[in-house]
């Protein structure tokens, strides 16, 4: 896995795939990413605040699941979500889903799509992989200029630059290399930027 810089675009979604496009990217597939925050069910009258998550889907992880809460983020089987209907402990309270193409363009891969919540239109999510930073002897976080160089050259202009560096220092779970967690960490903060 590469290192990954996902962020919202402003602009029109044809814009943002002629780009991609032009630049000799190759539609390989579609797919959603859904993002559900759940709130813990307490008792009617208390005075106790609902602990929360978020549970990341994506489809092409089938059988996984992403939990992060508060400080915490981990990787658990589908099975998560028929638990958590079936305990009743919990509820959904929203859910955020991104209809998104992925592209393949040389040591890239960008995934772009509508964000939906509750059916209404709330901007284009791009997420940009830069897989050659995936061999053990490079360390994806080395990869944040190479990666921002390429976003903001070549699929800007933008009103301000792109941010492919990320803090996750509030996260001390996660481990030293980019992996999946990380890459959850990044969509619940894009989430709930835009809800």
Excluded: W
Excluded at 9 to 31: D, N
Excluded at 134 to 158: M, Q, R, Y
Excluded at 165 to 170: I, L, T, V
């Amino acid at each position: 896995m590469g290192y990954k810089c996902i962020f919202s675009y402003k602009g029109q979604l044809p814009e943002m795939t002629k780009r991609i496009e032009f630049l000799g990217g190759v539609k390989v597939s579609t797919g959603t990413i859904n993002c559900s925050l759940y709130l813990e069910r307490v008792p009617d009258g208390s005075n106790l605040i609902p602990r929360e998550f978020h549970l990341l889907l994506y489809d092409e992880k089938p059988k996984k699941c992403f939990t992060l809460c508060r400080d915490t983020i981990v990787e658990t089987d589908r099975e998560m979500v028929s638990i958590l209907e079936k305990t009743n402990s919990y509820k959904k309270r929203q859910t955020t889903e991104a209809l998104v193409s992925k592209y393949e363009l040389g040591d890239f891969i960008i995934r772009v799509g509508t964000i939906l919540f509750r059916t209404e239109s709330r901007g284009i999510l791009v997420e940009v992989e830069y897989t050659a930073c995936s061999t053990p002897v490079t360390s994806p976080f080395n990869c944040t200029k190479l990666l921002s160089e390429f976003i903001n050259g070549n699929l800007g202009p933008f009103p301000e630059p792109i941010q492919t560096s990320f803090d996750f220092s509030a996260y001390p779970t996660l481990p030293k290399s980019y992996s999946d967690l990380h890459t959850s960490y990044q969509y619940v903060n894009l989430f709930r930027t835009i809800n």
